[in-house]
């Protein structure tokens, strides 16, 4: 694919991966749309982006995620690719008295049901246009779940098997193609709490993405989750042995 002079929108934009990625897409000339629920951190961001849109919205907002394709449609009608990257995720133990529930639900519907509102109701602008994309940003954890992060592995599973629905669906009917990023940790505020500062930098990860847009590499898997893929396949007891070493 060439991902050169398109418009693209990137969800979680204001740090981390997102920025990274809204960062070496303005680099190859694309029009950069970037969200996030800071309006404060989105102005940062977006002084760092020449060019660049900045439209806060927290997507786990009906209305506000109602509010923002409008905006999308009325001013960037040919919006060319989606980035699925915001996120939410808790690190804690599964044991009494952890609020599971509460932190699974924020994690669901931040990482898993805003990414399936948001792509359906943008399907429309995004078949419009002669090539197009949508990235969901998974996680190593889609292959063998963290303890360290129960939940968010669990939420990032779901979202590995829609993102494979997905794509298997849009293929028959468009000529939208559907990718999933998958980078092992990454060192940013994100990550801090479960050991984010051992991670890979943010760039590293949106270079693969580059790479593996223009290969038409629908499964990118970033550094080590490469490596834990395969072995996941050969073994994968001893692959969750491994991520929970």
């Keep these: 694919m060439d991902i050169s002079n398109k418009t693209v929108l990137v969800t979680g934009g204001g740090s981390g991966i997102g920025l990274a990625i809204a960062k070496l897409l303005i680099e190859k000339g694309n029009r950069v749309i970037i969200t996030g629920r800071s309006e404060a951190r989105l102005q940062q961001a977006a002084a760092q982006l020449p060019g660049a849109a900045a439209i806060a919205c927290d997507v786990t907002d009906e209305a506000a995620v109602t509010k923002l394709v409008q905006q999308v449609q009325a001013a960037f009608g040919e919006l060319s690719v989606l980035i699925n990257n915001a996120g939410q995720a808790s690190a804690y133990q599964l044991a009494a008295g952890a609020d599971a529930f509460a932190k699974a639900e924020t994690e669901i519907s931040t990482n898993y049901l805003a990414v399936v509102r948001l792509t359906e109701q943008l399907l429309p602008v995004l078949s419009q246009q002669p090539e197009a994309a949508i990235v969901n940003v998974s996680s190593i954890v889609a292959f063998a779940p963290s303890v360290a992060v129960p ?9 590995h098997s829609y993102t494979q ?5 849009l293929a028959k009917t ?6 999933e990023l998958m980078p092992p940790l990454v060192n940013t505020d994100f990550s801090q709490d479960i050991g984010g500062e051992n991670g890979i930098p943010p760039l590293e990860v949106a ?9 038409e ?8 989750t490469a490596q834990f893929y395969q072995f996941h396949h050969s073994s994968p007891a001893e692959a969750f042995a491994m991520m929970n070493a």
């Design 151 to 159: 939940t968010y592995s669990a939420s990032k599973a779901a979202l």
């Design 165 to 169: 629905a997905l794509r298997h669906t």
């Design 174 to 179: 468009t000529d939208i193609r559907v990718f």
């Design 207 to 215: 270079e693969a993405l580059i790479a593996g847009l223009a290969e």
């Design 217 to 224: 590499e629908y499964e990118i898997h970033v550094g080590q």
